[in-house]
């Protein structure tokens, strides 16, 4: 208890540090990405899901058309016209104007990029008639990035519920043979090496006939394990320098996120992906608001971003 109550002193002061050292901030430099959390429902519960995402938790509610349409005006007025929006869940595909929301973003000229499951939300006749016409019109601006946690049915299975890799294969089949933009989104185990995971993922590519290149980063994407370190060392001013690292090379330099926090009329600008509860990190309505420096007041900064280099963006 008394561990815990430490913990959350050392992290509790945006300025200063439990040291009473100077705290590192992130400023903020444009936006490459803006993203918007469709809402955290989903269709399976994942073990090791950072957002705690299920059939039952409703936390983020879903965005509609509505919502995201003066974030995107907010854009246009900062000639911010041609950047990425990422679009994450919970299961996107069950935001119910999904298609809506990726059609808008498309028309007014964005690199779109849709993180999903590809299971049963994405594969009704509605989604996909809707997916398919996006994909005539916009080709390759669309993004849609498919987390395949293994490239064994059974490690994926044991993340993400039994039956569910032949689940995703059946949607990624559907996309593959319907031409769309895929990128996938794995997970190196801590007992694997990256090479090894590459050249696995490489052989069920091949084997399925996806054109995905497994040694591009991109279009392979490989997300180490996600163990929240309990007592990480906070991040100072100094930390930089020593860690040869620039505050520019952290996700919230130039990325964002929209999230609607259920009972909240409106939804709220919050610095990146993986902080999606904490209301310490709000930083307004508007993304004009939330042009500024973000302090790393969150065990999260230190171990996944300062110290372990994490990034959700292609
Ligand atoms: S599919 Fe994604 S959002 Fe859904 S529970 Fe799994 S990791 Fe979380
Ligand atoms: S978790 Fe990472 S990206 Fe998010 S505010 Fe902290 S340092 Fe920035």
């Given amino acids: 208890m008394d561990e815990i109550r430490y913990s959350l002193k050392k992290f509790d002061d945006p300025r200063l540090t439990a040291k009473g050292e100077r705290r590192a901030a992130v400023p903020y430099s444009g936006t490459k990405t803006l993203w918007f959390n469709t809402g955290t429902l989903c269709n399976i519960e994942c073990t090791n899901c950072y957002i705690e995402s299920s059939p039952t938790n409703d936390r983020l509610v879903y965005l509609t058309l509505a919502d995201i349409l003066p974030y995107l005006d907010e854009l246009e007025d900062a000639g911010e016209t041609q950047i990425e929006i990422g679009f994450t869940g919970g299961e996107p595909f069950l935001a119910p104007q ?56 059974k490690v994926h299975d044991q993340e993400r519920g039994k039956q569910s890799f032949e689940i995703a294969m059946t949607g990624l089949r559907w996309l593959a043979q319907n031409q769309f933009h895929i990128t996938i989104a794995g997970r190196a185990l801590y007992n694997e090496c990256e090479e090894t995971a590459r050249s696995g993922y490489s052989a069920l590519f091949v084997s399925e006939n996806f054109s995905i290149d497994a040694n591009d980063p991109v279009s392979l994407v490989l997300f180490p394990e996600m163990l929240p370190n309990s007592d990480p060392p906070e991040i100072t001013t100094e930390c930089w320098g020593i860690l040869d690292k620039s505050p520019s090379e952290i996700m919230c330099s130039n990325q964002r996120m929209v999230v609607k926090r259920k009972g909240e009329k409106l939804p709220t600008v919050i610095p990146c992906t993986l902080l999606p509860y904490d209301q310490r990190f709000n930083m307004g309505q508007t993304l004009k608001e939330a042009r500024k420096a973000v302090p790393l007041n969150h065990s999260y900064c230190a171990t996944f971003c300062v110290l372990g280099g994490g990034s959700c963006s292609a």
């Fill in 98 to 153: 999904m298609i809506e929301m990726l059609e808008e973003a498309l028309v007014r000229g964005h690199n779109v990029l849709l993180l999903t499951n590809a299971m049963q939300p994405m594969m009704r006749p509605r989604v996909m008639d809707g997916l398919i016409s996006l994909r005539e019109r916009f080709n390759d601006k669309l993004t849609i990035r498919v987390s395949l946690d293994h490239f064994s049915a």
